[in-house]
């Protein structure tokens, strides 16, 4: 997909070739601990038993990837372009020869960073709190984990009593629970009457 930005482009500086040379090499290096990563969760999936750690270790390597990609943002960002009469930046993205479209799509590039964003999993998740309670009620290690980690992340004074190593024994449905309990009070529309009957149900499961 080509993507084209309304602007004024400035030469481009020694700094500049530099920089996208770093970033060239910091990819070249992650490259194959990504493939590594890559093929783990592909196997878990094949043999249906896909675990939260190879998620993890996936993860950690796109984010390190994308965090070098936007360390050379952050420093290209004064020269990269000039926007034309204050107006948003605006990307034009043209289908690949095998898109359906014929003509592009207009985007702000608000909107397309928007949209990054929630790809790469960065926005807040909702949490699901019928799975939530489903976990907790299950016997195991991850339910406990799941329901004190939603206790902690109610209450101000409650604490998370266990080590963030045990992260590696969740599976990944697990994992997305523990990562929407830390959410619960940056999702749009939060509501504390609904997080208190959470909070009651899973404390009578522990006391059950």
């Not at 020269?79 to 990307?91: C, L, N, R, S």
């Not at 926005?123 to 902690?152: C, H, N, T, W, Y």
């Amino acid at each position: 997909m080509n993507t084209q930005f309304i602007g004024e482009i400035r030469p481009e500086s020694t700094q500049a070739q530099a920089r996208r040379q770093d970033l060239a090499e910091t990819i070249k290096r992650k490259r194959e601990s990504l493939d590594m990563c890559i093929e783990s969760v592909l196997y878990e999936i094949n043999i249906d038993h896909l675990r939260g750690s190879s998620l993890v270790c996936l993860q950690i390597v796109c984010q390190e990837i994308a965090d070098a990609c936007q360390t050379a943002r952050d420093q290209a960002k004064a020269a990269a372009v000039k926007p034309v009469q204050d107006k948003p930046a605006t990307i034009y993205l043209v289908p690949s020869a095998g898109g359906v479209e014929s003509r592009p799509k207009t985007w702000t590039l608000a909107g397309y960073m928007k949209r990054q964003a929630e790809e790469l999993g960065l926005q807040p998740m909702p949490l699901e709190a019928d799975l939530l309670i489903k976990r907790v009620s299950q016997p195991g290690e991850s339910g406990r984990f799941l329901a004190d980690a939603l206790l902690s992340a109610y209450r101000k004074n409650v604490p998370f009593r266990h080590s963030l190593f045990e992260l590696i024994n969740l599976d990944a449905e697990a994992f997305r629970l523990f990562h929407q309990v830390l959410h619960i009070r940056h999702v749009p529309g939060w509501d504390d009457n609904a997080l208190y009957a959470i909070e009651q149900q899973i404390k009578a499961i522990l006391e059950g």
